[in-house]
């Protein structure tokens, strides 16, 4: 059952900007130019870049647009940032480890944090890393995925404060 899918004119933007880098990568890692410090980043980086690109289009064109989906009795989408590990850059979590569904800024590393949907794993320890899910990328607004995803999953949803609800509530307390 699909959750969210991708919305086609956000993810069409994001890889008009993948596509051209990832063949800058792969034209930088041809010629391997050993003193250029540019060829080793890339070769650090780039096969996660190229294969970002290449799931993207694979969902967008084969599959849709899908975005998040239940299969098989596990939760799979797109994660934001690196992948949890080595076999797929998709993010799969099965349904009963799933201890909560939340909306949370994504941790990108700088002061823009866009709001996403965080998966946390019941059994989630030292090197089992939380589930981000972009979705500034998804066709519908984030509160309605999470809806949709607690109703799916069987989670009680948490109520859903706005952010301009929040910061103005957090000015109140702050002003007393």
Not at 152 to 165: D, N, R
């Amino acid at each position: 059952m699909v959750v969210a899918r991708f919305s086609l004119i956000k993810i069409g933007l994001a890889l008009c900007l993948l596509v051209p880098l990832s063949g800058f990568v792969i034209n930088l890692l041809y010629q391997h130019d050993l003193g250029d410090p540019t060829f080793w980043v890339s070769l650090l980086f780039g096969p996660f870049l190229v294969l970002y690109t290449v799931v993207l289009l694979r969902e967008i064109l084969f599959h849709r647009a899908r975005a998040m989906w239940v299969e098989n009795e596990q939760l799979v989408f797109v994660p934001f940032g690196w992948p949890g590990n080595f076999t797929s850059f998709l993010y799969r979590v099965p349904v009963e480890r799933i201890a909560s569904v939340t909306i949370d800024g994504l941790y990108t590393g700088n002061f823009t944090r866009p709001r996403g949907i965080v998966v946390d794993r019941k059994d989630r320890g030292f090197n089992r890393p939380f589930g981000q899910a972009p979705a500034q990328f998804y066709s519908e607004p984030v509160e309605v995925v999470h809806a949709r995803l607690c109703k799916v999953l069987g989670i009680a949803p948490e109520p859903v404060t706005a952010p301009a609800e929040a910061s103005a509530a957090a000015d109140s307390r702050g002003s007393r």
